[in-house]
């Protein structure tokens, strides 16, 4: 299983940016997907998550608000809609992939990962 992450890029504190995912996976519609972040000298901490179906949908608190999963199954894709962008928003974001169709919030949950995409928000 293939994940590309795009989209990421330099925007303004307070500024949008919308970054997608897209996977290689033949029977993508039957899983659970993720966004996962990790700054400079942190560990990698998950974002939000988001059913096989797209009904079910999860947010660590510190996006929740601001950031919306979404995914089209017809596409092969993840998307995650970031609003109100903070400095500390900043990092690279990875998609990952389970092999279950349930979301889940561990990194250890999910199988599959992206390469990542760097989001940077100036102050």
């Known amino acids: 299983v293939q994940l590309q992450a795009c989209g990421g890029g330099l925007v303004q504190a307070g500024g949008s940016l919308r970054i997608s995912c897209a996977s290689s996976r033949r029977t993508f519609s039957s899983y659970a997907m993720g966004w996962f972040r990790q700054a400079p000298g942190k560990e990698r901490e998950f974002v939000a998550g988001?059913?096989?179906?797209?009904?079910?949908?999860y947010y660590a608190d510190s996006v929740k608000g601001r950031f919306t999963i979404s995914r089209d199954n017809a596409k092969n894709t993840v998307y995650l809609q970031m609003n109100s962008l903070k400095p500390e928003d900043t990092a690279v974001y990875y998609c990952?992939?389970?092999?279950?169709?349930?979301?889940?919030?561990?990194?250890?949950?999910?199988?599959?990962w992206g390469q990542g995409t760097l989001v940077t928000v100036s102050s």
């Open positions: 990952a992939a389970r092999d279950y169709p349930g979301l889940a919030r561990a990194v250890n949950e999910y199988a599959y």
């Open positions: 988001i059913s096989w179906s797209g009904i079910s949908t």
